[in-house]
């Protein structure tokens, strides 16, 4: 069964500051990897994903992610953040060819101090 | 145009009430899915529908009773809810699992649903 761990429930940054939110997976191959943003309120934000290819992703608002199998890892990356950046960030894995079927991480929930 | 669209977005029915939650996509996309968020945790899967035909039941209580009448549109007829149900109804599509080209589900704003 796949699992998707966040260590993160809740990070505080300061503005203009950098971001990093870990994101581990459990699962027999490589699936495929997402992270989405839900600003309260609202439904979720497609920020980037990862099938295949290059391990560095580039997504959404300046957001990047690196996915590095020696470590089951997914983590998500701002070298600056802004204060539109505060809100709840989930990571979520899909079987390759049937990913209909999410797993999603518990979500880090993202402060921004001015 | 990425957009999935939900109405309403806030919906308080009692616990005898009949009432429905729309669902609608205009992308092309042949897999539709509602999932139930509580305050603070991530989405749960409830149903998924692929090209119209329900594919995947994450044993749902039957006074949720899901409706794919078209490609673009998904329903979910509420009855005799439960004041647990209380939650955002989020609505999700994506390309069909066939199509390799693209697995990425695109979500609705969703329905704040109190029941009281």
């Not at chain 1, 796949?2 to 459990?26: F, K, M, W």
């Not at chain 1, 089951?72 to 990913?99: I, M, Q, T």
């Not at chain 2, 509420?78 to 209380?86: F, G, I, W």
């Amino acid at each position: 069964a796949q699992s998707v761990t966040q260590p993160d429930i809740h990070i505080t940054v300061s503005e203009g500051a950098s971001l990093e939110l870990r994101c581990n997976y459990s699962y027999g191959a490589t699936p495929y990897l997402f992270w989405y943003v839900q600003s309260p309120g609202q439904g979720l934000q497609l920020l980037l994903k990862y099938f295949s290819g290059d391990t560095l992703v580039q997504g959404i608002k300046g957001f990047e992610a690196e996915f590095k199998r020696s470590q089951s890892s997914f983590n998500l990356r701002k070298p600056s953040v802004h204060w539109s950046d505060a809100a709840e960030y989930f990571c979520a894995v899909g079987p390759p060819l049937r990913v209909n079927k999410l797993s999603f991480g518990a979500g880090t929930t993202v402060t921004v101090r001015a | 145009d990425t957009e999935v669209t939900q109405t309403p977005k806030h919906l308080v029915m009692g616990m005898t009430n009949k009432k429905s939650l729309k669902c609608e996509q205009h992308m092309g996309h042949r897999a539709m899915y509602w999932y139930k968020q509580k305050a603070k945790k991530p989405p749960e899967l409830m149903f998924v529908y692929s090209y119209e035909k329900l594919s995947i039941n994450e044993s749902v209580p039957s006074r949720f009773s899901p409706e794919c009448p078209n490609s673009s549109l998904l329903n979910l007829h509420l009855h005799a809810l439960q004041p647990e149900d209380s939650a955002l109804y989020l609505c999700a599509s994506s390309q069909s699992p066939k199509d390799r080209t693209s697995y990425e589900q695109y979500f609705g704003p969703g329905t704040r649903l109190t029941v009281t």
